[in-house]
C-alpha cells in the first residue's frame, strides 16, 4: 500500500539556519503530496501541497517541490525562526480526504 | 470563523466500554474525516463522510464505526474498548471531497485514555 518515509527527528537547528526535512513516498498511482504542521497546543494544519509532478508548494518560507523521479517531498526554508519549532507531518493523498501520513518530525529552533 | 470542534477533549474509558466522540465541522463543510494518532503508529485514517454517506474507510476494526448527520457534523464510536485504543482522535473537516483541490482543517482532537 501507499506509504510515507520521513527523516526521525529531533531535528535541532539555530535561528536562521537552512532546514531541509526529507520526505519520500511510495504510491501505486500519481498522489498529491502535502507538509502538515502542528505548533505546540494546536490542530495540525496545512503548510503546503503540490498537485502533480514539478510542481513546488510554497508559503511562510518553506517550500517543497514535487519529483515524481525520485519520488520525494523534501521540506526546505532558507531561514528558520524560533516560531518554526513545531511538529512536522509529510502526507500524500490518492484517494479523495484520505491522507497516509508520515511519522512526523520534531523541529526545535534555538534562538 | 469558527474552526473544527471536537468534544469531549479528555475522556477516560476501562476496557470493554464503549465511547462516542463528536465533531462539528467548518461551516459549509460537508467532508469530514477521522484520525487516530498514537505514538507508535503515528496518524492513521479512520474513515471520511460526505453528504451523510461513507466514502472511504481505513483498516480498523469493525469496532471503529462512524456517522454523519445531515448537517454535516459527525460522531464516530468505538465499542469494547480495548487499551491500545488509547489516543488522540482527530476530526477533520473539508469544503470538497477532494484533498487536491481543497485542504483539511483539523480540530485539536479527543484524547482517549483507555485503562
Known amino acids: 500500500g501507499d506509504s510515507v518515509t520521513q527523516m526521525e527527528g529531533p531535528v535541532t537547528l539555530s535561528e536562521e539556519a537552512f532546514l531541509t526535512i526529507n520526505c519520500t513516498y511510495t504510491?501505486?498511482?500519481?498522489?498529491?503530496l502535502f507538509w502538515y504542521v502542528q505548533y505546540p497546543g494546536e490542530g495540525l494544519q496545512l503548510l503546503l501541497k503540490a498537485t502533480k509532478a514539478d510542481d513546488k508548494g510554497s508559503n511562510k518560507g518553506f517550500e517543497a517541490t514535487y519529483r515524481k523521479e525520485t519520488t520525494s517531498f523534501h521540506l526546505e526554508k532558507g531561514s528558520v525562526q524560533v516560531s518554526d519549532s513545531a511538529v512536522y507531518f509529510c502526507?500524500?493523498?490518492?484517494?479523495?480526504?484520505?491522507?497516509?501520513f508520515g511519522a512526523g518530525t520534531i523541529l526545535r529552533v534555538k534562538s | 470563523k469558527a474552526g473544527v470542534t471536537q468534544t469531549p477533549r479528555y475522556l477516560i474509558k476501562t476496557r470493554g466500554q464503549q465511547v462516542t466522540l463528536s465533531c462539528s465541522p467548518i461551516?459549509?463543510?460537508?467532508?469530514v474525516s477521522w484520525y487516530q494518532q498514537t505514538p507508535g503508529q503515528g496518524l492513521q485514517f479512520l474513515f471520511e463522510y460526505f453528504s451523510e454517506t461513507q466514502r472511504n474507510k481505513g483498516n480498523f476494526p469493525g469496532r471503529f464505526s462512524g456517522r454523519q448527520f445531515s448537517n454535516s457534523r459527525s460522531e464516530m464510536n468505538v465499542s469494547t474498548l480495548e487499551l491500545g485504543d488509547s489516543a488522540l482522535y482527530l476530526c477533520?473537516?473539508?469544503?470538497?471531497?477532494?484533498?487536491?483541490?481543497?485542504?483539511?482543517?483539523f480540530g485539536e482532537g479527543s484524547r482517549l485514555t483507555v485503562l
Open positions: 502526507a500524500l493523498s490518492d484517494q479523495g480526504n484520505k491522507l497516509v
Open positions: 461551516s459549509g463543510h460537508r467532508s
Open positions: 477533520a473537516s473539508s469544503l470538497k471531497a477532494v484533498t487536491n483541490t481543497g485542504e483539511l482543517f
Open positions: 504510491a501505486t498511482g500519481y498522489p498529491s
